[in-house]
C-alpha cells in the first residue's frame, strides 16, 4: 500500500479527525442581559472578541466573518405580557425575533452561526432561526444544551421570572410564549430531541414538565456514573442515524466555577477543563459541524479574563484544535 493510501487508511480508522474541515463561520454579538438576573453579560460579545474568538478560528484555517453585535429596535409592542411572570418579555422579544432572522439567513447563505452572548434568553432566538432553516430543508434539529440549568421554567412556574430561565420551554412551545413573535410563524423543536448536559439544578415544576415531555436529562450524576464520552457518544450517534442538524447552547456555568468564575448563576460541581474540553473535541470529530452559542459570560465576575479565554478555547476545539 502507497504512503498516502496507508495515511488515508489510518485517518478513516480514526473517524477522520486528522482531516481538517474548514467551515465559514459568522459571529454575531447578541449583548443582552435583561433575561438576567445579575447586571454584566452585555459585556460578554466584547470580552470574547478581546479574548481573541475571531483570531482563534481563522488561525484554525476557518472563513470567519464578524457581523458585529446586534441592535434590535423598540420593545416588540405587540409581545403582551403572559399569564405569570416574564421580567422584560417585551425587550426579549424583540431580540428573539431579531436573532432568529439573522441566524436563519446566516443559515440560509451555507454558513454556521456563532451567537455570542449575553444572557441565555437569546436562545429563543437563536434556535429559533435554527429550527426554521431545519424545517426548511427538511431535516430535524437536536440540541445540545450545556448548562447546570434546565432552563425549562414557564411565566408561570418561574420563582423569579428572570427569562433567561425559560428558553428550553418557549423553544418546546410550552404556553406563555404565544405573542413572542407576533403574527410570524414561530419555529418549534421537538423536546424529545434536546439532551440538557451536565445538569444540577433543576426546580420542582421544571422537573415536572421535562419528565412529561421527554426531554433528555444528562445530569452530573448520571455523567459522574456513565462518564462524559459515553454520554456524548451517545448524542452524537442518535443525531447522525437521524441525519439531523446540531445546534450547540453553552452557558458558562456548565464549567465549575473554580475554572470559569465569570457567571452570574454559578453552580458548584460542573464540568472540569477537560471534561469540557472532552465534549468539544468529540462533537469535532463527530463531523456534525453544529451551530453554537457561548452564552453568560459576565465579565464584571470574572478573574482576569479566565472565563472568556476558556469559552475561546473550547470554541476551538469544537472547530478542530488538536493536541496531536
Not at 462533537?283 to 469559552?311: H, I, M, Q, T
Amino acid at each position: 500500500m502507497a504512503m498516502t493510501e496507508a495515511n488515508e487508511a489510518a485517518d478513516a480508522a480514526a473517524g477522520g479527525a486528522r482531516r481538517p474541515r474548514r467551515h465559514a463561520i459568522t459571529l454575531l454579538g447578541a449583548p443582552i442581559e435583561a433575561g438576567a438576573g445579575v447586571a454584566g453579560c452585555a459585556m460578554g460579545p466584547a470580552m470574547l472578541r478581546t479574548a481573541g474568538i475571531v483570531r482563534t478560528l481563522k488561525d484554525l484555517g476557518h472563513d470567519v466573518v464578524d457581523l458585529g453585535d446586534l441592535a434590535p429596535g423598540q420593545p416588540f409592542a405587540h409581545a403582551r405580557a403572559p399569564e405569570g411572570e416574564a421580567r422584560d418579555f417585551a425587550e426579549i422579544a424583540a431580540w428573539a425575533r431579531d436573532l432568529a432572522r439573522e441566524t436563519h439567513a446566516i443559515l440560509r447563505e451555507g454558513r454556521l452561526p456563532l451567537v455570542l452572548g449575553g444572557d441565555h434568553s437569546l436562545a429563543m432566538g437563536s434556535i429559533g432561526g435554527v429550527a426554521a432553516h431545519a424545517a426548511e430543508i427538511g431535516r430535524k434539529l437536536f440540541v445540545l444544551w450545556l448548562d447546570a440549568h434546565s432552563d425549562y421554567n414557564t411565566p408561570r412556574t418561574s420563582p423569579s421570572g428572570n427569562m433567561h430561565g425559560m428558553p428550553v420551554a418557549m423553544l418546546s412551545g410550552e404556553p406563555g410564549f404565544e405573542t413572542m413573535f407576533g403574527d410570524e410563524p414561530r419555529a418549534l423543536i421537538d423536546p424529545a430531541h434536546v439532551h440538557l448536559f451536565g445538569i444540577r439544578s433543576i426546580d420542582a415544576d421544571e422537573r415536572r414538565l421535562l419528565k412529561a415531555r421527554g426531554v433528555d436529562v444528562v445530569d452530573m450524576r448520571r455523567l459522574d456514573e456513565d462518564g462524559f464520552a459515553v454520554s456524548i457518544r451517545r448524542i452524537i450517534d442518535r443525531v447522525r442515524a437521524a441525519d439531523g442538524l446540531l445546534h450547540v447552547s453553552l452557558d458558562v456555568d456548565f464549567l465549575d466555577p473554580t475554572i470559569a468564575p465569570g457567571v452570574g448563576t454559578a453552580v458548584p460541581g460542573g464540568a472540569s477543563y477537560r471534561e469540557a474540553h472532552l465534549v468539544m473535541e468529540l462533537l469535532y470529530e463527530s463531523g456534525l459541524a453544529p451551530s453554537l452559542d457561548l452564552v453568560e459570560l459576565n465579565p464584571f465576575l470574572d478573574e482576569r479574563g479566565k472565563s472568556a479565554l476558556l469559552l475561546v478555547d473550547l470554541a476551538a476545539s469544537l472547530f478542530g484544535r488538536q493536541v496531536y
